[in-house]
């Protein structure tokens, strides 16, 4: 065999796991089948605005370990996450929060504003919350399920809250006190030149092809190297054996805008579903970018079909069955290991990639 290891994959997940083996010696070799590295996270400058071409990526994390690793690789901002959102003409802060309570209520204690998603959770006579919809009703009421969620939630996942799990709410924080930071983690920032600087650093030693995708080789690859890692779609590995796996699409249209400040704030949620996008990115705002002009980006949620860019896994009952086969099976592998946010099939944050990539690398070791 030529290599010790064939990643597939140059996102995060394949750039770790590549670093830490080639560090040690080991052989790898890393295919991509886009026509850049970094998976996800890349980012690009243009006028000098470093542009996360696959939507604001920010780095948050509680994990000490997981930030002084990637902290090796970049310095990183003090950059807080505030997004406002717009409904129709009103403006809220996000997450929820006194001031969003406020905005919406006119409410200023926090006695009167749990008054309020008490009285609203009791109408809807929601006592044990089994889907997105009764559990964001439960946390913040539903004056904020209909103006923030709603429509936000079913442009981002083209599914009824009611059919949506409820953990996805879940990710956003609910205070009551006046704090607009959207992440409740220790450490937080944005990576200063971009995180595409960082999978530099991490491959530096690692070679890599671009635009190659093992599947129009896969006989090929499979003879190259002892041992695969596959970030890829899990269910695409397994030729679709069990059935296909739901994902949701993304489409991101990037424009240069005349103007030195655009909307005033790096994040912008459009919440109602007559707006087809969900966001908008001011991208010079992540690392307070001095230019005359800006770039924005509106992120178009769409359904995903075979071909296009698979960005979320859909969580719910009757995918995570069809998981649990392909799962299974990719744990009798004994020369393929599986990681990243694809071949788990799991909503996976920055941070915890790195976190299961570190796992991986010391478990390989070990066995
Ligand atoms: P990926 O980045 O998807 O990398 C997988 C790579 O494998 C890709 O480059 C792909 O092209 C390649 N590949 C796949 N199949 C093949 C094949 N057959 N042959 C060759 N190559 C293949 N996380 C945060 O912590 N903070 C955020 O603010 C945040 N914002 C996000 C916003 C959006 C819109 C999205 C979609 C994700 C966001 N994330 C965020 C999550 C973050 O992007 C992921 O956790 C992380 O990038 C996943 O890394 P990965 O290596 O698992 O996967
Ligand atoms: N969400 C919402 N309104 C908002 C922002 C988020 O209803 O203004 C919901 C929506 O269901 C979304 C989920 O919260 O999918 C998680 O939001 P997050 O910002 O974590 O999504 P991501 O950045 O991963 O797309």
Request: charged letters at 30%.
């Given at each position: 065999m030529k290599y010790d290891y064939l990643i597939v994959g140059s996102g995060l997940f394949g750039s770790i796991f590549a670093y830490e083996m080639s560090k040690i010696g080991k052989k790898c070799l890393i295919i991509e089948k886009r026509d850049h590295i970094g998976g996800n996270v890349f980012t690009k400058s243009i006028e000098n605005i470093n542009v996360h071409k696959y939507g604001a990526h920010i780095f948050?994390?509680?994990?000490?370990?997981?930030?002084?690793?990637?902290?090796?690789?970049?310095?990183?901002?003090?950059?807080?996450?505030?997004?406002?959102?717009?409904?129709?003409?009103?403006?809220?802060?996000?997450?929820?929060?006194?001031?969003?309570?406020?905005?919406?209520?006119?409410?200023?204690?926090?006695?009167?504003?749990?008054?309020?998603?008490?009285?609203?959770?009791?109408?809807?006579?929601?006592?044990?919350?089994?889907?997105?919809?009764?559990?964001?009703?439960?946390?913040?009421?539903?004056?904020?399920?209909?103006?923030?969620?709603?429509?936000?939630?079913?442009?981002?996942?083209?599914?009824?809250?009611?059919e949506l799990p409820s953990f996805i709410i879940e990710r956003l924080p609910v205070r009551f006190i006046f704090d607009n930071n959207y992440f409740n983690d220790l450490y937080q920032g944005i990576p200063l030149g971009g995180y595409t600087k960082i999978i530099q650093k991490l491959l530096n030693n690692v070679e890599v092809k671009l635009n190659c995708d093992f599947f129009d080789e896969r006989e090929k690859w499979e003879k190259i190297a002892d041992k695969i890692v596959f970030t890829g779609m899990i269910d695409q590995y397994y030729d679709y054996c069990f059935g296909e796996l739901e994902y949701r699409s993304l489409n991101f249209k990037h424009y240069i805008k005349d103007t030195d400040n655009y909307q005033g704030n790096a994040v912008i949620n459009f919440t109602e579903s007559s707006i087809p996008f969900t966001r908008i990115i001011e991208h010079k705002h992540f690392e307070k970018t001095e230019s005359e002009k800006t770039i924005i980006t509106e992120e178009y949620p769409s359904p995903w079909e075979k071909g296009m860019e698979a960005y979320y896994p859909i969580n719910d009952e009757k995918n995570s069955n069809i998981f649990k086969k392909y799962d299974d099976l990719s744990n009798k592998e004994s020369n393929v290991i599986f990681g990243g946010r694809l071949a788990k099939y799991k909503y996976y944050d920055m941070w915890e990639v790195i976190k299961e990539a570190l796992a991986t690398v010391k478990k390989e070791l070990n066995d």
């Amino acid at each position: 065999m030529k290599y010790d290891y064939l990643i597939v994959g140059s996102g995060l997940f394949g750039s770790i796991f590549a670093y830490e083996m080639s560090k040690i010696g080991k052989k790898c070799l890393i295919i991509e089948k886009r026509d850049h590295i970094g998976g996800n996270v890349f980012t690009k400058s243009i006028e000098n605005i470093n542009v996360h071409k696959y939507g604001a990526h920010i780095f948050h994390t509680n994990d000490k370990e997981v930030w002084e690793y990637i902290s090796q690789f970049a310095e990183f901002n003090r950059y807080t996450n505030s997004p406002v959102a717009i409904y129709k003409d009103e403006l809220f802060n996000l997450p929820f929060n006194m001031n969003t309570f406020y905005q919406m209520w006119g409410v200023k204690s926090p006695a009167e504003a749990k008054k309020i998603i008490a009285k609203q959770k009791k109408e809807s006579n929601i006592d044990n919350p089994s889907n997105l919809e009764e559990k964001a009703i439960s946390l913040v009421g539903k004056d904020i399920y209909e103006k923030l969620i709603k429509g936000y939630t079913e442009k981002q996942w083209g599914k009824k809250c009611c059919e949506l799990p409820s953990f996805i709410i879940e990710r956003l924080p609910v205070r009551f006190i006046f704090d607009n930071n959207y992440f409740n983690d220790l450490y937080q920032g944005i990576p200063l030149g971009g995180y595409t600087k960082i999978i530099q650093k991490l491959l530096n030693n690692v070679e890599v092809k671009l635009n190659c995708d093992f599947f129009d080789e896969r006989e090929k690859w499979e003879k190259i190297a002892d041992k695969i890692v596959f970030t890829g779609m899990i269910d695409q590995y397994y030729d679709y054996c069990f059935g296909e796996l739901e994902y949701r699409s993304l489409n991101f249209k990037h424009y240069i805008k005349d103007t030195d400040n655009y909307q005033g704030n790096a994040v912008i949620n459009f919440t109602e579903s007559s707006i087809p996008f969900t966001r908008i990115i001011e991208h010079k705002h992540f690392e307070k970018t001095e230019s005359e002009k800006t770039i924005i980006t509106e992120e178009y949620p769409s359904p995903w079909e075979k071909g296009m860019e698979a960005y979320y896994p859909i969580n719910d009952e009757k995918n995570s069955n069809i998981f649990k086969k392909y799962d299974d099976l990719s744990n009798k592998e004994s020369n393929v290991i599986f990681g990243g946010r694809l071949a788990k099939y799991k909503y996976y944050d920055m941070w915890e990639v790195i976190k299961e990539a570190l796992a991986t690398v010391k478990k390989e070791l070990n066995d």
